[in-house]
């Protein structure tokens, strides 16, 4: 189970999705598409409050980003309601078929994989982040990217 979590959130960070078939014929699949369809804007925030806290731990990041004990608890009692609504109540069926064609690791890890993706598409949107991730063009070296580009 411990392995599940560190994969899930691995997915979820970096919007990694499952390798499986998009059809909903794949239990896997149909999982995805119900925590998809169930996932709101606000548990998009939830998942990306809870990524952002869980990551501040890392003893590379200053000290400035890390947040409370107490904040990191309240972030893994939500997180917990929003994966126990999902999994257990929104998509139960949709969960039980892909536990059992696929198993914990690789139903859990799709569902994460999912609700990192729907996380980081919501967030994303966001004009202000949006303008934030447009200031990174100014440090790219684009003509040495257009020449790369170019090069047989």
């Known amino acids: 189970m411990k392995n599940v979590l560190i994969a899930a959130v691995f997915a979820a960070g970096f919007g990694l999705g499952p390798a499986h078939a998009q059809t ?13 369809g169930a996932v709101t804007t606000e548990d998009s925030v939830t998942t990306a409050r809870w990524l952002f806290i869980a990551m501040s731990r890392h003893p590379s990041l200053p000290q400035s980003v890390r947040v409370s004990d107490t904040e990191g608890l309240e972030a893994n009692r939500r997180m ?18 892909a536990v059992s064609a696929a198993g914990h690791d690789a139903a859990f890890h799709a569902a994460f994989g999912t609700l990192g993706e729907k996380a980081m598409a919501d967030l994303m949107g966001n004009t202000d982040v949006l303008a934030s991730i ?5 440090y790219v070296d684009r003509d040495r990217l257009s020449a790369l580009a170019a090069t047989p």
């Not at 447009?134 to 100014?138: D, E, K, M, T």
């Open 80 to 97: 917990g309601a929003l994966v126990n609504r999902l999994l257990l109540n929104a998509c139960a069926q949709e969960t039980r078929a």
């Open 134 to 138: 447009i200031q990174l063009g100014a």
């Open 24 to 36: 909903t014929s794949d239990p896997v699949s149909a999982l995805n598409a119900c925590v998809s």
